[in-house]
């Protein structure tokens, strides 16, 4: 089984910044890929970001249209750590954000899925104020 914890989450001014963290624990080297989800208030839970690294052609990066150009996903390989940088905060970006895992080997579009993940961490609370 895989653990995964959340950190970084806060409160934080629209036009600001946060990192969110995600490490890793347990049978990481059946890890292929990590995303990270967000759901706000009366809303669905929906994609943020991913990244994975079980694929020939290297490591991908997959973003929400809502957060490309402010949200960068990236991963610490000696730390079974992802990291979510967050800039450019808007007030919609207000949600729990959990990040993901799988170790399934899929085509592109399966990572933007919630069904793609099997672990999932607790989630993090991002606030972002006027």
């Known amino acids: 089984q895989v653990q995964l914890v959340e950190s970084g989450g806060g409160l934080v001014q629209a036009g600001g910044s946060l990192r969110l963290s995600c490490a890793a624990s347990?049978?990481?080297?059946?890890?292929?890929?990590m995303g990270w989800f967000r759901q706000g208030p009366g809303e669905e839970r929906e994609f943020v970001a991913g990244?994975?690294?079980?694929?020939?052609?290297?490591?991908?990066?997959y973003y929400a249209d809502s957060v490309k150009g402010r949200f960068t996903i990236s991963r610490d390989n000696a730390k079974n750590t992802v990291y979510l940088q967050m800039n450019s905060l808007k007030n919609e970006d207000t949600a729990v954000y959990s990040c993901?895992?799988?170790?399934?080997?899929?085509?592109?579009?399966?990572?933007?899925?919630?069904?793609?993940?099997?672990?999932w961490g607790q989630g993090t609370q991002v606030t972002v104020s006027s």
């Open positions: 347990g049978r990481t080297l059946s890890i292929g890929a």
């Open positions: 993901a895992a799988t170790g399934a080997y899929l085509g592109d579009t399966y990572y933007y899925r919630r069904s793609t993940y099997d672990s």
């Open positions: 990244i994975r690294w079980n694929d020939w052609r290297g490591t991908r990066t």
